[in-house]
Nanobody, 120 residues
């Protein structure tokens, strides 16, 4: 049974930092790329950052480049998102995602989401 335990969300002032964690179980973590997505009210869910398996190559949405850092610890089956210089527009529910291609088919597992609110 696939499970994710997301933590680290909350309320932070503009310019502040948060670190999200996502501990996964129920699948072979090291064989999946891991991503963080976010969804603000009334908007689509968009990818924020992605890290490949197991080498750890990363890519980021333009809106977070230079401010957010994704990392993974395969020994702990955990992916992290360090968020610095947070802005009000970063406010959203953040979702942990595991993804893997088998041929042309993409398999996705999703966490339950954690709220991040950036406000003074």
């Amino acid at each position: 049974q696939v499970q994710f335990v997301e933590s680290g969300g909350g309320l932070v002032q503009p310019g502040g930092s948060l670190r999200l964690s996502c501990a996964a179980s129920g699948f072979t973590f090291s064989r999946f790329a891991m991503s963080w997505y976010r969804q603000a009210p009334g908007k689509e869910r968009d990818m924020v950052a992605n890290i490949t398996n197991p080498g750890g190559s990363t890519n980021y949405a333009d809106s977070v480049k230079g401010r957010f850092t994704i990392s993974r610890d395969n020994a702990k089956n955990t992916v992290y998102l360090q968020m610095n210089s947070l802005k009000p527009e970063d406010t959203a529910v953040y979702y942990c995602n595991a993804n893997k291609y088998v041929g042309t088919w993409r398999f996705d597992y999703w966490g339950q989401g954690t709220q991040v609110t950036v406000s003074s």
